[in-house]
């Protein structure tokens, strides 16, 4: 049996639409996901009866799918089976986004599950390589994405972010603690007007069971507002949400979707 460990937003739905088993849906208090049922709720400080719940219930695998912050950790409210944990959590709270998200892994892998990757459940959540849209990425929009790929790659080793923004070969943003929305929105007004793309793609050495970068149809319009040209995603390293919103969005704002396959 599988659980869906979910986190808020749409990419849950679209997980539990390409599953094809009974599968138990279990949400962090205050990350309830977009348009799914939540069967079992928890507080961080129980995840060890959370464990102890899922395999009483025959669980052994479980996916990983959905946003959260990093909760607070309320002694007092931690309980017994959670307890051991404490030293791998508090650890994880520690860490920058890829150490803690190994740390949770490892929580769940040493507890007797097997970890399963939202787009192997889901795999049409990953677009084939091209452009599908309208509007197609010039030659300077292709040395832009080389260069962003650049940037995401270093930004990987200190474990900042995902994506970026490059016009004419120059950084313009990047994702930082404040995340992919807060970084195209303070392009809004941006002093040099107009041009360029954005990039993203997964950490060069993240675990790509969790994490895995998502867009859909709302980051298009962020990138329109942020007066870029298009979107440059990696090939089989992000997922799309409403695939075929998110190019219609496109072609009504003129602005191209590149799935890029990486170049050395």
């Known amino acids: ?74 002694p007092s409210k931690i309980d017994a089976a959670t307890m051991p ?10 860490e920058g986004d890829d150490g803690a998200l190994r740390a949770v892994i490892s929580i769940f892998e ?14 049409n959540l990953l677009p084939d390589v091209g452009c599908p849209t309208q509007a197609q990425p010039d030659e300077q929009a292709q040395r832009d994405a080389l260069r962003a790929q650049q940037i995401v790659d270093g930004m990987a080793a200190v474990d900042v972010g995902q994506c970026c923004a490059v016009v004419n070969v120059q950084a313009l943003a990047i994702e930082g603690v404040f995340g992919t929305d807060w970084m195209l929105q303070s392009l809004s007004y941006r002093p040099d007007g107009t041009g360029g793309v954005f990039y993203k793609a997964p950490k060069s050495d993240q675990d790509r069971r969790v994490d895995l970068p998502t867009i859909g149809p709302d980051t298009v319009q962020m990138v329109a507002d942020a007066h870029l040209d298009g979107l440059v995603i990696e090939a089989d390293g992000v997922m799309v949400l409403d695939l075929a919103g998110v190019i219609a969005e496109c072609d009504r704002l003129d602005l191209f979707l590149w799935v890029r396959e990486r170049t050395a």
Do not use: N, W, Y
């Open 85 to 94: 944990l404490v030293p791998v959590m508090m650890q994880a709270l520690a």
């Open 1 to 74: 049996m599988l659980t869906l460990i979910a986190g808020s937003g749409q990419l849950p739905a679209a997980v539990v639409a390409g599953l094809k088993q009974p599968t138990l849906v279990c949400a962090l208090d205050g990350f309830a996901p977009d348009g799914v049922p939540v069967d079992l709720s928890f507080r961080i400080e129980t995840l060890g009866s959370l464990l102890e719940q899922l395999r009483e219930k025959g669980v052994g695998r479980v996916c990983f799918a959905g946003a959260i912050d990093r909760p607070a950790i309320d």
């Open 110 to 123: 040493q507890a007797g599950f097997t970890v399963q990757a939202a787009h192997e459940i889901a795999p």
